[in-house]
């Protein structure tokens, strides 16, 4: 089997490439990334040379090169994980995310089609999408498989929109798809501008902080090798043409988060008990910062037998040590090619 898994050098997607390189020595990986900002060659350096791997730099909206890419590899199977990825570069660069998340994911689509159309045995298009599709949950209430889609941020409506047009592509021209919608993934080699890898880089270097709004805003988080796991299962299990929601029922107000991360990070530094809580500082709200995500992954669960494997006390240390025993591969970011757009951002709060 052939596989092209796209966006594989950002976070999820290298945990992903990881696994089934290792996991899968009979399948064949092409790993297709752009090289934006988020993605890093580094995150995914402990595999280049495995012969069933191969990495190619290109842009998933490029019609002919995906065309060619096709050409010459004759995929069986697509992981389609490629995407601008965070909120807050949604608000101040919304069109990145059009191009990217919705023209990407088309071109993705219409490829695939061109060349498995006639003959879908064996064939799957796999597309990797957020819980934030689904919109906003008041106190009560989680987000099941088929609540209705109420985006709200470009992100959210970007990725809402691409598994709109995966559906559309099954519905219209039966090409195999499966869809997940995961919540809030945390642990290595997530780039330091989404809560806890940023949070874990500032209590490193003493530096505020920035807990937008008062911080009662409630996220679910899931460990990301739970994800990478989940992604493994549904691809070889999941039913064709449905969707599955990931989640590990684990919710957190992002202030209650945050001071159980800085009482693990003064512990894990030698810090007095409370040193880091005292960099917290109320910053001006996100623009229509979503207030809570919850995630129901019975569905998941009971029909693929998939579960999380580690707490999030667990998971939460894990990363943490991570991160502090990588610390070069934060200050190649926060110094290095991205100092600039680092700076800026923490600037601007
Ligand atoms: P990320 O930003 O860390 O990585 C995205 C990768 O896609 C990068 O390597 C980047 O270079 C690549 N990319 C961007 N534009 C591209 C293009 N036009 N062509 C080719 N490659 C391109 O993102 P992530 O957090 O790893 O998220 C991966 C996927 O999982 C996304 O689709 C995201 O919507 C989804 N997701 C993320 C989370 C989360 O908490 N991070 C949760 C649920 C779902
Ligand atoms: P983030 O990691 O950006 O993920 P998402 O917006 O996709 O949920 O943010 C997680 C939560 O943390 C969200 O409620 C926004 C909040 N947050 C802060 O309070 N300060 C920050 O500096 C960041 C990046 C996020």
Redo the contacts with the bound molecule.
Sequence with gaps: MKILI?????????HVVKRFVRNYPNYQIVN?????????LE?IKDIEKEPNYQFVK????DLEFIRGLFKEHQFDGVI???????VDRSITDPL?FV???LV?TAVLLQVAKENWKADYSGKLFYH?????VYGSLGAEGFFVEDTPYDPRSP?SSS?AGSDHLVRAWHHTFNLPVKIS??????GS???PE?LIPLFINNIIHNKPLPVYGEGVNVRDW?F?ED?AAAIDVIFHKGEMGETYN?GGNNEWRNIDLIKVLCKQMDEKLGRDEGTSEQLITFVKDRAGHDMRYAIDAAKLMNDLGWAPTVTFEQGLSKTIDWYLSNQEWLDNITSGAYKDYYDAQYVNR
């Design positions: 796209t966006g594989g050098a950002g976070f999820i997607g290298a297709l990334d752009k090289l934006t900002y988020a993605g890093n995150n290109g842009d998933i909206s389609h994980l490629a995407a601008e990825s965070h990145a191009t990217t998340n990407g990797v999408s957020t819980d934030e992100y990725k919608n995961c919540s809030n993934n945390y080699y997530q780039f989404k899931l990301v994800h990931i």
